[in-house]
């Protein structure tokens, strides 16, 4: 039953949801080739900040993968994206200036990064050691950024003890929220944010550097909530009506998620930390013939991508 209701409503991987198909669309689930990747006016032309894109803990997304429109869309801001295959240590992240990590798993959690059935029987297993935890803390600390990417289950739970690191908490479940959801979608899991509906936050991330660069709408594709410590700032706040279900089982513990938040943003000794509860929105991605991500109409998730990097890279304070 577990499996059946799982494959029912949506695909685990990468935040797709099933709309409008009824085969598991994680197997269609590819990056948008069409998507406009380019940047007018970039923000580095002589220096060119390093970027180092996590492929080492059986990433669902990639750099030249399902994030390949994220990788050249900064690229064209112009960044300098290298992609990391080892695990993390003290020379994996010397001279990088910003850590992206988007959907690890722990490598005993599923025999693939791909749709898996041991998903749903043993839950995820840590994608990083306590060493790599480490590491990672001690890098930002002294001046590193992260960009930590994580999404519903099981990707929480396979970062959940990086997050700790930063004492950011992480419902691991899948975060809904009805009354905040476009009806074309028909689903409580994606989420709209905007100044409107009070979840669109004013800080530097969503006001740009200027008029041009403003967000004021951004939709999320499935994922969970977050929460983070004093001091730290929720740009992307779930509202009051917004609950997180444990599982998709009928039978499932269902709280409250008012209070949390799918995109949060702290400064942890001399560095910086921005923490996504959802993978898609960031993304580029089309699915049978539906577009999910940056390329779809109407929103500025393109715009946020860029801004999350111009506050990681200290262009925005």
């Known amino acids: 039953m577990r499996k059946i209701l799982a494959r029912s409503f949506l695909a685990l991987a990468g935040s797709c949801l099933l709309w409008p198909f009824t085969a598991p669309l994680h197997a269609q689930q590819i990056g948008d080739s069409t998507f406009n ?21 059986r990433n669902f997304h990639t750099a030249s993968g399902r994030y390949k429109p994220f990788a050249d869309l900064v690229i064209s801001d112009g960044y300098e994206v290298t992609p990391n295959n080892d695990k993390f240590n003290r020379e994996t992240l010397e001279g990088y200036h910003i850590l992206v990590i988007a959907n690890a798993l722990g490598a005993e959690s599923s025999k693939s990064p791909e749709w898996s059935d041991d998903w749903f029987e043993g839950g995820a297993k840590p994608a990083f050691d306590e060493e790599e935890c480490d590491v990672v803390c001690t890098w930002v600390g002294t001046g590193g950024s992260l960009l930590l990417i994580t999404d519903h289950l099981p990707f929480g739970f396979a970062a959940v003890n990086l997050a700790k690191c930063f004492s950011v908490d992480m419902s ?76 998709l089982l009928d039978s499932a513990k269902v709280v409250s998620a008012a209070g ?58």
């Open 37 to 57: 990747t380019k940047v007018d006016h970039p923000a580095y032309v002589y220096d060119h900040p390093k970027v180092l894109f996590d492929e080492a803990h």
């Open 172 to 247: 691991g479940g899948y975060t809904w929220d009805e009354a905040n959801s476009p009806k074309e979608f028909n689903h409580p899991g994606i989420i709209v944010f905007t100044r409107e509906n009070g979840t669109l936050a004013d800080h530097p991330i969503t006001q740009g550097r200027d008029t041009t660069e403003r967000i004021n709408r951004i939709i999320a594709w499935q994922g969970q909530s977050l929460k983070g410590p004093k001091g730290s700032e929720a740009f992307l706040k779930l509202a009051a009506t917004a609950i997180d279900r444990e599982s």
């Open 260 to 317: 949390r938040a799918q995109g949060i943003v702290l400064k942890y000794g001399k560095g910086r930390v921005i923490v996504l509860g959802e993978a898609a929105m960031l993304s580029a991605q089309v699915g049978g013939k539906q577009k999910f991500g940056m390329n779809y109409p109407g929103i500025d998730n393109k715009q946020l991508a860029l801004n999350v990097m111009h506050w990681l890279s200290r262009l925005l304070n």
